[in-house]
């Protein structure tokens, strides 16, 4: 079983920034595909962002354009999610997800694209 692994999330005050990390395990684990989604308090779980292998199809939720960068780096296996100008409303346990299959633009944005998950890591945004 494929486990990721995030880190980065914290406490921050309004404005600020925090970059979350998420590592795949293994020279094998090859991910098409690598996204974040979050969960917040008292609400269903929500797509952020995503990006295919190459980087060039990236995808944002729309509360988030202009303000995350969803960035990876294929030699360490790892996505980035560079967050700026956070707001109490970015609260929640941010989790990361990856597919190894090749996966259409239209279905990024859907929690069941994904195979693998982590944890999560929790961002608290305070206003």
């Known amino acids: 079983q494929v486990q990721l692994g995030e880190s980065g999330g914290g406490l921050v005050q309004a404005g600020g920034s925090l970059r979350l990390s998420c590592a795949a395990p293994?020279?094998?684990?090859?991910?098409?595909?690598m996204g974040w989604f979050r969960q917040g308090p008292g609400k269903e779980r929500e797509f952020v962002a995503a990006?295919?292998?190459?980087?060039?199809?990236?995808h944002y939720a729309d509360s988030v354009s202009g303000r995350f960068t969803i960035s990876r780096e294929n030699a360490k296996n790892t996505v980035y999610l560079q967050m700026n100008s956070l707001k109490p409303e970015d609260t929640a346990l941010y989790y990361c997800?990856?597919?190894?299959?090749?996966?259409?633009?239209?279905?990024?944005?859907?929690?069941?694209?994904?195979?693998?998950w982590g944890q999560g890591t929790q961002v608290t945004v305070s206003s």
């Open positions: 997800a990856a597919n190894t299959a090749y996966s259409g633009s239209y279905y990024y944005t859907q929690s069941t694209t994904y195979r693998y």
């Open positions: 293994g020279r094998t684990f090859s991910p098409y595909l």
């Open positions: 990006i295919s292998w190459s980087g060039d199809s990236r």
